[in-house]
């Protein structure tokens, strides 16, 4: 049985940095990504990432801030989120899929399997 285990998560200051891990047990997965949902909020794309790490997909709101990346040998993603803001602040979930990034990007119907989300706190 697949799993996607969540790890990194945890409470910082504006401006700070954390890194999450996401660890693939049983499988690699052609895309792999992350979205967050934030109190009150409904899930939201933040970063995808083809196998090859050639394509990137990423929300505006994360650009320049926030980079994705994959060690297919560890079927392991991360995520590295620099310059934090409060409005950074969710429940990051891990999400995978046998199809393209951009169908992965779109939620619902593109993800074959959810982590269980670890949560980021940001404080102002």
């Known amino acids: 049985q697949v799993q996607l285990v969540e790890s990194g998560g945890g409470s910082v200051q504006a401006g700070g940095s954390l890194r999450l891990s996401c660890a693939s047990s049983g499988r690699t997965f052609s895309s792999m990504g992350w979205f967050r949902q934030a109190p009150g909020k409904e899930r939201e794309f933040v970063l995808a990432?083809?196998?090859?790490?050639?394509?990137?997909y990423y929300a505006d709101s994360v650009k320049d801030r926030f980079t994705i990346s994959r060690d297919n040998a560890k079927n392991t993603v991360y995520l590295q989120m620099n310059s934090l803001k409060p409005e950074d602040t969710a429940v990051y979930y891990c999400?995978?899929?046998?199809?393209?990034?951009?169908?992965?990007?779109?939620?619902?119907?593109?993800?074959?399997?959810w982590g269980k989300g670890t949560l980021v706190t940001v404080s102002s």
């Open positions: 990432i083809s196998w090859s790490g050639d394509i990137i």
């Open positions: 999400a995978a899929s046998s199809s393209t990034v951009q169908k992965l990007s779109k939620g619902s119907d593109g993800i074959d399997y």
